[in-house]
Nanobody, 122 residues
Framework: QVQLVESGGGLVQAGGSLRLSCAAA????????MRWYRQAPGKQRELVAS???????NYADSVKGRFTISRDIAKNTIYLQMNSLKPEDAAVYYC????????????????WGQGTQVTVSS
């Protein structure tokens, strides 16, 4: 009934940039918070950035000043602009969102995308 589809991952040299996209599709009434997580091999999943319905953004200390999260409300899409990439940024990046769907009484349910791989070479 709802899908979060990430795109934009790939291989990039250290110091380079990538822009990730996450598009939500379905009978969506509204979306509140949207987030980017990442998980590297052997590590726990980490919250990278988030944005609320009111436009407040938050970032992990490790990416602050390098990454920017933004949202296109009309397209139900968020982006993660990643600049000055480092090898330690390599991970699978996951989109996460709280979404209210038509037919569910307006309550919000949390959804995950399938992830997109980001590889950073030195």
């Amino acid at each position: 009934q709802v899908q979060l589809v990430e795109s934009g991952g790939g291989l990039v040299q250290a110091g380079g940039s990538l822009r990730l996209s996450c598009a939500a599709a379905g009978s969506i009434v509204s979306i509140s918070a949207m987030r980017w997580y990442r998980q590297a091999p052997g590590k726990q999943r980490e919250l990278v950035a988030s944005t609320t319905a009111g436009g407040t953004t938050n970032y992990a200390d490790s990416v602050k000043g390098r990454f920017t999260i933004s949202r296109d409300i009309a397209k139900n899409t968020i982006y993660l602009q990643m600049n000055s990439l480092k090898p330690e940024d390599a991970a699978v990046y996951y989109c996460n969102a709280d979404i209210a769907l038509l037919g569910f009484g307006g309550r919000y349910v949390n959804y995950w995308g399938q992830g997109t791989q980001v590889t950073v070479s030195s």
